[in-house]
């Protein structure tokens, strides 16, 4: 598919949300927006922040947008979502997913497909914000590593290995960010490897890995196993930080754009039903059943609200850092945030350091589209961004991205490894 192909999909998207955003609140009762079809295949992988979309499924709340056949289909990696979206819905894949934020980019551009074959993507919201963390194995507890990874260095040679769960993904970033600012090169100092989010614990128990970033439940479970602690939840790193998202196949946007909007609306709603405290213990009971993520409940509630166990004698309660699926602006797919996450895909080599990241984030952040299924789920336009940057952003070790001058962050951190066109 051609890059003028690809523009001709993005525009006739824009067109479509442009007009739904126009559109007064009481006309969304008119068959003008009934979704085109009534049913999409959605991925997802056994984490924390998939439970919005389990949550719409579970309680009936895509049927109540108009598309009761929608499926939430379990994947075994981030590999895996990525070849299923490539081969989409209609051939026995999946039509989106729950997915690690810069995918969509790497697919959309062709750098993570076969034979580097783009494959145009839609990104209509955020999943959630924080929730993730860095956890280190217990035969490096006593060095006591926690925001600052350099006493690792002690221990820490080329033939140790540290896990990520997809290369350029946002695991992959927090913990080469934390690792690089403790002074340690992910790429000439240790071996960052890939291992799916389920199989953390049980690769850390064999003593194969020294350290991991995953999302929950995962890093508590290896806590309550006693394997490991956690050094770090990336809230830390980076307090209110994006992590997954809620990503389409492009062709499967433009062809369905009332479906796009009733889909986002349903997540929408779901979001902020899991947000609420009230329903912590029943979003943990239903997403930690065998169906979904076979987990004890045990395992995933205690971060959900706010207590973190690090397993190394801290422990907290009511933390702020805990994931949010809605509130404080966690569903919009605010546009400066994508630009840091191909910042950094750039400072590591994924991406060149020619990506014109303005198209690529024009071509697929649907902003417009969330806009207006917020506006069908009955958001108050107070409580929806302004604008399409939240602005600057601090990092626990004093680095501060602009998204009005990239470079100059790009520039200030010394340890990167960056890549021709």
């Given at each position: ?66 598309m009761p056949d929608v499926e939430v289909s379990k994947q075994a990696s981030w590999g895996a979502t990525r070849d299923n979206l490539v081969l989409g819905g209609g051939s026995g894949g999946i039509d989106g997913a729950h997915i690690l934020t810069p995918m969509p ?317």
């Amino acid at each position: 598919m051609t890059i003028t192909r690809r523009n001709a999909l993005a525009a006739t998207a824009a067109v479509f949300a442009a007009a739904r955003a126009a559109t007064p609140r009481g006309a969304f009762a008119q068959g003008s927006t009934t979704p085109e079809v009534k049913k999409a295949v959605l991925g997802y992988i056994a984490l924390t922040d998939a439970a919005a979309l389990i949550i719409a499924k579970e309680k009936g709340i895509f049927a109540k947008y108009g598309m009761p056949d929608v499926e939430v289909s379990k994947q075994a990696s981030w590999g895996a979502t990525r070849d299923n979206l490539v081969l989409g819905g209609g051939s026995g894949g999946i039509d989106g997913a729950h997915i690690l934020t810069p995918m969509p980019y790497l697919i959309h551009n062709g750098r993570i497909t076969q034979n580097n074959q783009p494959v145009p993507m839609a990104i209509l919201a955020r999943l959630n914000t924080n929730g993730q963390a860095i956890s280190v194995a217990e035969k490096h507890k006593a060095l006591g590593a926690k925001l600052d990874a350099s006493p690792l260095k002690r221990v820490f040679t080329q033939e140790s290995k540290v896990a990520m769960t997809f290369r350029g993904g946002t695991h992959d970033l927090w913990i080469r960010y934390w690792l690089a600012a403790g002074g340690i090169d992910p790429d000439k100092d240790v071996q960052t490897i890939v291992v799916p989010p389920p199989q953390m614990v049980a690769n850390m128990k064999v003593g194969t890995m020294d350290a991991f970033c995953v999302g929950e439940p995962w890093n508590d479970q290896l806590v309550n196993q006693r394997l490991g602690y956690t050094a770090l939840t990336t809230g830390e790193l980076w307090r209110d930080h994006p992590e997954k998202s809620l990503g389409m196949r492009g062709d499967w946007v433009a062809q369905h754009p009332h479906a796009a909007t009733a889909l986002t609306a349903a997540v929408i709603e779901a979001q902020i039903w899991c947000d609420q405290a009230a329903n912590k213990e029943e979003m943990c009971a239903i997403i930690g059943r065998r169906a979904w993520f076979n987990v004890p409940p045990a395992d995933i509630l205690p971060r959900s609200r706010g207590t973190i166990d690090y397993g190394d004698g801290r422990k907290v309660e009511n933390s702020p850092l805990l994931m949010k699926y809605f509130r404080d602006h966690a569903s919009y797919p605010f546009r400066s945030h994508e630009l840091w996450f191909l910042t950094e895909d750039i400072r590591w080599g994924v991406l060149p350091q020619d990506t014109d990241t303005a198209k690529l984030i024009g071509e697929v952040n649907k902003e417009a589209i969330w806009r207006a299924a917020a506006e069908r789920a009955g958001v108050k336009a107070s409580d929806t961004p302004t604008g399409t940057s939240r602005g600057t952003e601090t990092f626990f070790d004093g680095k501060v991205f602009d998204p009005a001058n990239p470079a100059a962050y790009l520039a200030s951190l010394s340890i990167k490894k960056l890549a021709g066109a």
